[in-house]
């Protein structure tokens, strides 16, 4: 499980607080409307498997599709 908190949206890039598991550390992502991409700010993410990368940016891809970038949000997987 991962969840992202909204940071900040300045009409172009959004900015994410991520938080994977129960882990206590935290990582920012920031996702851009006109260039289509994703950025991790730090090391955070990269303790953790490619596919949590993977799933944060389907998500916020997923976001951008629907012109809906929540407050906060959760990605639960089995």
């Known amino acids: 499980m991962i969840r992202l908190w909204q940071i900040s949206d300045d009409g172009d890039i959004v ?3 991520f938080q994977v598991e ?3 550390s935290a990582g920012i992502v920031m ?6 991409a994703t950025g991790f700010v ?3 993410i990269d303790g953790y ?3 949590y990368r993977y799933r944060i940016r389907r998500h916020l ?10 407050e ?7």
């Open 15 to 17: 900015e994410f607080k």
């Open 22 to 24: 129960e882990d206590t």
């Open 31 to 36: 996702f851009s409307r006109s260039r289509k």
């Open 42 to 44: 730090g090391s955070v």
């Open 49 to 51: 498997p490619e596919s």
């Open 61 to 70: 891809f997923e976001m951008a599709e629907e012109k809906n970038f929540p």
């Open 72 to 78: 906060q949000y959760t990605i639960a997987w089995y």
